[in-house]
């Protein structure tokens, strides 16, 4: 990009799922950071924690992050607490601490403890930081109330750790100045992001190479939809019928239905990662024998006791990934005393989805209209994130836009490299998130 500022910057696309960054050097060229990880190098850097106990480590629980957390995990998941996108609880004023054995630990100390490995994993590149760091940050946080001042001051707290200043970027503004790095000529862009927590949508007026400034925000839209609601989709109605979800249990003299509040646990893996708790377990064996049918509730008690969400949330990502290409997919989890074998049709897993689509839609709608265009106004729709990948969310693109405006690649990296760039404008505070004027 034009006008960079002397020196380097770092992007960093901390991701519910997963994990980027990439450093620009003093010349503007953004280059992804790769980690030499348990099954081979790459850039992406799963969010996961595990932490477990250990008499030879000060305060006695040593930790992992990345993929080597998930190691970690699935070489002792009994002894194990293992968190997956924590991200998700940033902006919830009802997450407080997360009870790792014995201890409380709030939002920036799983926050600092994931970064120590984060730097660590990189290595050489991530030893001497960059000055300025670009952070990005959903448009709009995942939850039913988020509160988007509270995130900041998670974020502020977790991300003080790097002791440089760090300035807030609406992630698919990211995504497009990595995107415009390949266009020559003048143009209205629209990214759509897909994360694990939340849908992101910026509109950007791209000028052409030379111009004084490149890329201009028009509008940004943002809804806590995506992956990770796609999966408890799939949970929802292969696996948690199975777990007494819909059953009934006795009151005295009355047949009340299951509360839902337990099986809401299974599709938040900060809720279900730590519902192995003495307090959750007793309550859960309260309901077991009142239960109509107390076998299913034993089946979600062996699953959290065993530490089986992982699992099947694995079983469940590839269910999803595989409908991304294929018309019909199997689904298969041993485990606890669960099996369950089905064949789920692409079809039936759209209209699990359904609802979620149509508000992705029109949250789509509200980015151009916050710009003032509508869809003829756009020249090119670039997708990114994991999610982009779901036919049914390609077809809100190609029904809008039509297909031939469509463009993605580097679905899981094009954050984190644009994230850099923006980090080189002199500009930079035309690019922060300032939290009192969303």
């Not at 799983?110 to 730097?119: A, I, K, R, S, T």
């Not at 024998?289 to 990502?317: C, K, Q, T, W």
């Not at 916050?370 to 693109?397: E, N």
Request: contains cysteine; proline residues 4%.
């Amino acid at each position: 990009m034009v006008n960079p500022v002397t020196g380097r910057a770092l992007g960093l696309d901390f991701g519910t799922t997963n994990s980027v960054v990439a450093i620009a050097d003093a010349g503007g060229e953004s280059h992804l950071v790769d980690f030499k990880g348990p099954n081979g190098a790459g850039p992406v850097f799963r969010s996961a924690l595990c932490f477990w106990q250990d008499g030879d480590v000060r305060g006695g629980i040593a930790h992992e992050a990345g993929p080597w957390a998930i190691d970690e995990f699935l070489e002792f998941p009994q002894g194990s607490r293992f968190l997956q996108s924590f991200k998700s609880v940033a902006a919830s004023a009802s997450f407080e601490t997360a009870n790792i054995f014995e201890k409380r630990m709030r939002f920036e100390q799983l926050g600092h403890v994931f970064l120590e490995h984060f730097l660590a994993h990189g290595g050489k590149a991530l030893a001497d930081l960059p000055d300025r760091v670009i952070v990005g940050r959903p448009v709009q946080y995942v939850g039913n109330r988020p509160d988007a001042v509270l995130a900041r001051t998670r974020y502020d707290l977790m991300f003080a750790l790097f002791k440089r200043e760090v300035h807030y970027v609406y992630e698919p503004l990211g995504a497009a100045f990595s995107f415009a790095s390949r266009l020559d000529r003048p143009a209205t862009l629209l990214v759509a992001d897909f994360g694990g927590g939340t849908s992101d949508f910026s509109v950007v007026r791209i000028e052409a190479p030379g111009a004084a400034q490149r890329c201009t925000p028009l509008s940004s839209a943002g809804i806590g939809i995506a992956g990770d609601r796609f999966d408890y989709r799939i949970m929802d109605h292969l696996v948690l019928p199975m777990l007494g979800k819909g059953g009934s249990y006795r009151s005295f003299d009355k047949l009340l239905e299951i509360p839902a509040g337990h099986f809401s646990d299974f599709g938040d893996w900060s809720r279900l990662a730590l519902m192995r708790n003495r307090r959750t377990l007793e309550e859960l064996a309260r309901l077991q024998h009142s239960a109509v049918d107390p076998a299913a509730i034993g089946r979600m008690i062996a699953v959290v006791e065993n530490e089986l969400g992982f699992s099947l949330y694995d079983a469940v990502g590839q269910l999803k990934r595989t409908l991304s290409s294929e018309d019909h997919a199997p689904f298969h989890f041993s485990g606890a005393g669960l099996d369950i074998h089905a064949e789920v049709s692409r079809a039936t897993f759209e209209g699990w989805i359904a609802e979620d689509l149509a508000r992705i839609a029109e949250t789509v709608d509200q980015a151009l209209s916050k710009a003032q265009l509508t869809a003829d106004g756009i020249d090119h729709v670039f997708l990114t994130g994991g999610s982009s990948l779901i036919p049914a969310v390609r077809r809100i693109f190609e029904q809008r836009f039509g297909a031939d405006k469509l463009d993605s690649g580097n679905e899981l990296t094009s954050i984190a490299h644009g994230l850099a760039l923006i980090g080189q404008e002199p500009n930079i505070a035309e690019w922060a998130v300032q939290e009192n004027a969303q």
